[in-house]
Each structure stands twice: as structure tokens, then as C-alpha cells.
């Protein structure tokens, strides 16, 4: 394949992105593992490239590389749920489908991302391409290997079951305080205290931003901040997202939503892994992502800093110049021990 062609198929790829995340987000549960999928999906497709003589046919053959990757990946973690063959339903494939098959993919698309891990994953992969990416039946029997009848059938369960998981599901997580390391990193930030961000790289950090090189060494990812200092008005704030504690960016502190996310990886009180998903904003388009409470309590919707923020960080820097500081690290539990408001950090 000339390297016109495989440029043109590259740039298709790109634009397929959104999609391919809005799949393997719901197929494995996650926002953040299913932009992971994508990643390595493009990374092998582009492997692919290189022998074939022939351009396939762009949508369906990464689709089916991204359902494989996935595939691959649950298997490791999915405890099996009964799947009985019953009777294909009557599902209807139609350009104009009627008011139910309507309420039905609305349903779908309004479900949380992490609900759809409850279906057994191919009533997960038929639900997720009929009624998220309006996919036809044929097409999805193709991508899966299926005959249209397993496909309706697959469908009308996947369906019902959906709907018993919302009917009967447990409220989404909420968020708890910031960890005093994520509190003082997005204190720094936001004023701009860029030498006190690098002393909090570790010297083998690891910057990962898609579609660029990975960085690594605490020289190569400080020019990360260099970037951030040339651009005006970058506001962070503390928060959660699928049980992990993350960096949530906003371009404008007015903003009533944050643009994407960042999310750091820590050891020994350092930053080990900097994810910075500001190239992939698609990301946080289908995303649970909830404010720390001392976020959501800034006055003017983060026009201004609360009073407590300042204390907060006062006390973070207290505590890092302590020979007892010992900053909790960023991950997908919660501390035992946390804040309970604006104000309230202990060193220990």
C-alpha cells in the first residue's frame, strides 16, 4: 500500500475515533479503558497496514480489530453470565422505526457507560452498535460473525435486560474529598507555580498524551507545563470518575462543564504517569465524572478560589515540607481517611 493511501486511511481512522471510543467505552465498562482499547487499536491497525496490498474497508475492519482487542481483554475479568438461546425477536431494521424501537434506543444511549459491563458481552456488543451507533443489523452480523436472526435475538435480551439494570441499579458513585497530593497539584496549577509542579516529578515520570509521543524523564515531561504557562485561563479542580481520582480541565473557569481530564499515576509521593486527554475530548462526552465536594463548594462556579482552597493548600505545603508529609496517592479507591471539607487536611 503506497504511503498516500495508508495517510488517507490514517486520517479516516482519526475520525472514527469518537465512535470506536463510544463502543468500547460501554463494551468494557469505562471511559478511560475503552479510549485504552482505541489506542492500541489504531496501533495495530497501523502494524496491519504495512502488508496489506489492498485498503479494507476502514469502519467495519476496526471495529472488528476493536471488539477482538476488547474481547481479549474482558476475558481475563468477566465473571460469565447465563446467556439462554431462545426464539429471535421481531426487531425491526427500519430507516423510520416506530415510537418503542425509538424509547428503546434512547434508553440506550442515556444509559451510564459502566452499566453496560452488567450485559453479557455479545447482547453488550449488539445493544451498543444498534441503538448507541445505529449500526444495521446487517452490519452488526458481519462485524460479529453472527446471522441477523442471532442478532435480533441477541438484541431483544440485551434490551430487556438493559432496562431491568436501570430499573433496578444502584445509584452511580458519588465523590469523595481530594487526596491531599491531587489537592496540592491542582493548587499549584492554578496558580501557576510551575517550578512546584516539576519538584512532584518523579525522575522516570511518564507522560501519555494520545496521538503524540510518550515522554518520559522528569526534563522531557516539565515541558508539559512550559505548554500549559503559555495558555491563558486552564482552570483544574479535583475530581472523580469511575472510582479513580482525577484532574478534571476546564479552558474557562465560567465554564459550567470541564473540558477533559487529566489523570496522575503517583509513587512515593510522586508523580510517576501524567494522562493528559486533552487531544481526545470525546472522552469525557459520555463520562461520570463528579467534582470533589471542595470543588463544587467554590463560590461562582470556580470564578473564584473559596477561601478554604487557599488554607487547603497552605496546609499541603506545610505538610510537604514536613518530614512527616506523606501524600496519598491518585487511584481508583478512595483513602480511609478523609477530608470533610474545605479546611479540614491533616498531616500525619
Given at each position: 500500500?503506497?504511503?498516500?493511501?495508508?495517510?488517507?486511511?490514517?486520517?479516516?481512522?482519526?475520525?472514527?475515533?469518537?465512535?470506536?471510543?463510544r463502543y468500547c467505552a460501554r463494551l468494557m465498562g469505562s471511559v478511560i479503558?475503552?479510549?485504552?482499547?482505541?489506542?492500541?487499536?489504531?496501533?495495530?491497525?497501523?502494524?496491519?497496514?504495512?502488508?496489506?496490498?489492498?485498503?479494507?474497508?476502514?469502519?467495519?475492519?476496526?471495529?472488528?480489530?476493536?471488539?477482538?482487542?476488547?474481547?481479549?481483554?474482558?476475558?481475563?475479568?468477566?465473571?460469565?453470565?447465563?446467556?439462554?438461546?431462545?426464539?429471535?425477536?421481531?426487531?425491526?431494521?427500519?430507516?423510520?422505526?416506530?415510537p418503542l424501537e425509538m424509547l428503546m434506543r434512547k434508553e440506550a444511549v442515556?444509559?451510564?457507560?459502566?452499566?453496560?459491563?452488567?450485559?453479557?458481552?455479545?447482547?453488550?456488543?449488539?445493544?451498543?452498535?444498534?441503538?448507541?451507533?445505529?449500526?444495521?443489523?446487517?452490519?452488526?452480523?458481519?462485524?460479529?460473525?453472527?446471522?441477523?436472526?442471532?442478532?435480533?435475538?441477541?438484541?431483544?435480551?440485551?434490551?430487556?435486560?438493559?432496562?431491568?439494570?436501570?430499573?433496578?441499579?444502584?445509584?452511580?458513585?458519588?465523590?469523595?474529598?481530594?487526596?491531599?497530593?491531587?489537592?496540592?497539584?491542582?493548587?499549584?496549577?492554578?496558580?501557576?507555580?510551575?517550578?512546584?509542579?516539576?519538584?512532584?516529578?518523579?525522575?522516570?515520570?511518564?507522560?501519555?498524551?494520545?496521538?503524540?509521543?510518550?515522554?518520559?524523564?522528569?526534563?522531557?515531561?516539565?515541558?508539559?507545563?512550559?505548554?500549559?504557562?503559555?495558555?491563558?485561563?486552564?482552570?483544574?479542580?479535583?475530581?472523580?470518575?469511575?472510582?479513580?481520582?482525577?484532574?478534571?480541565?476546564?479552558?474557562?473557569?465560567?465554564?459550567?462543564?470541564?473540558?477533559?481530564?487529566?489523570?496522575?499515576?503517583?509513587?512515593?509521593?510522586?508523580?510517576?504517569?501524567?494522562?493528559?486527554?486533552?487531544?481526545?475530548?470525546?472522552?469525557?462526552?459520555?463520562?461520570?465524572?463528579t467534582l470533589a465536594p471542595e470543588a463544587k463548594a467554590r463560590g461562582g462556579?470556580?470564578?473564584?478560589?473559596?477561601?478554604?482552597?487557599?488554607?487547603?493548600?497552605?496546609?499541603?505545603?506545610?505538610?510537604?515540607?514536613?518530614?512527616?508529609?506523606?501524600?496519598?496517592?491518585?487511584?481508583?479507591?478512595?483513602?480511609?481517611?478523609?477530608?470533610?471539607?474545605?479546611?479540614?487536611?491533616?498531616?500525619?
Open positions: 500500500m503506497n504511503q498516500d493511501r495508508r495517510e488517507e486511511l490514517l486520517a479516516l481512522a482519526s475520525e472514527l475515533r469518537p465512535d470506536l471510543h479503558d475503552g479510549e485504552d482499547v482505541v489506542q492500541d487499536t489504531l496501533i495495530r491497525a497501523f502494524v496491519a497496514l504495512q502488508d496489506l496490498d489492498e485498503a479494507p474497508a476502514l469502519r467495519p475492519w476496526l471495529f472488528r480489530i476493536a471488539h477482538n482487542r476488547a474481547l481479549d481483554l474482558l476475558r481475563g475479568r468477566e465473571v460469565r453470565m447465563a446467556d439462554p438461546i431462545d426464539a429471535a425477536a421481531d426487531v425491526a431494521d427500519s430507516a423510520q422505526p416506530d442515556n444509559t451510564a457507560v459502566s452499566r453496560f459491563a452488567e450485559l453479557p458481552t455479545l447482547q453488550r456488543s449488539v445493544v451498543i452498535l444498534k441503538d448507541v451507533l445505529d449500526e444495521s443489523l446487517i452490519e452488526i452480523a458481519a462485524l460479529l460473525d453472527l446471522t441477523v436472526d442471532a442478532v435480533k435475538g441477541h438484541l431483544a435480551r440485551g434490551r430487556a435486560h438493559l432496562r431491568e439494570i436501570n430499573a433496578h441499579g444502584r445509584p452511580l458513585a458519588g465523590a469523595w474529598s481530594a487526596s491531599l497530593a491531587v489537592a496540592r497539584y491542582v493548587a499549584l496549577f492554578n496558580e501557576r507555580d510551575w517550578d512546584g509542579l516539576r519538584v512532584l516529578l518523579a525522575d522516570d515520570v511518564k507522560l501519555h498524551q494520545s496521538l503524540h509521543p510518550l515522554r518520559v524523564g522528569r526534563a522531557d515531561v516539565g515541558l508539559f507545563f512550559t505548554l500549559y504557562a503559555k495558555i491563558d485561563g486552564v482552570w483544574l479542580a479535583p475530581a472523580w470518575l469511575e472510582g479513580r481520582e482525577v484532574v478534571a480541565v476546564f479552558e474557562d473557569r465560567a465554564d459550567p462543564k470541564p473540558s477533559y481530564i487529566m489523570w496522575l499515576e503517583w509513587r512515593d509521593g510522586q508523580i510517576s504517569l501524567i494522562h493528559d486527554y486533552r487531544y481526545v475530548r470525546y472522552v469525557t462526552a459520555d463520562a461520570e465524572l462556579r470556580r470564578r473564584s478560589v473559596m477561601p478554604g482552597a487557599v488554607l487547603l493548600d497552605r496546609r499541603a505545603r506545610r505538610c510537604a515540607s514536613s518530614s512527616m508529609a506523606r501524600p496519598r496517592a491518585s487511584g481508583r479507591h478512595p483513602p480511609k481517611e478523609r477530608s470533610t471539607g474545605a479546611g479540614s487536611w491533616s498531616c500525619r
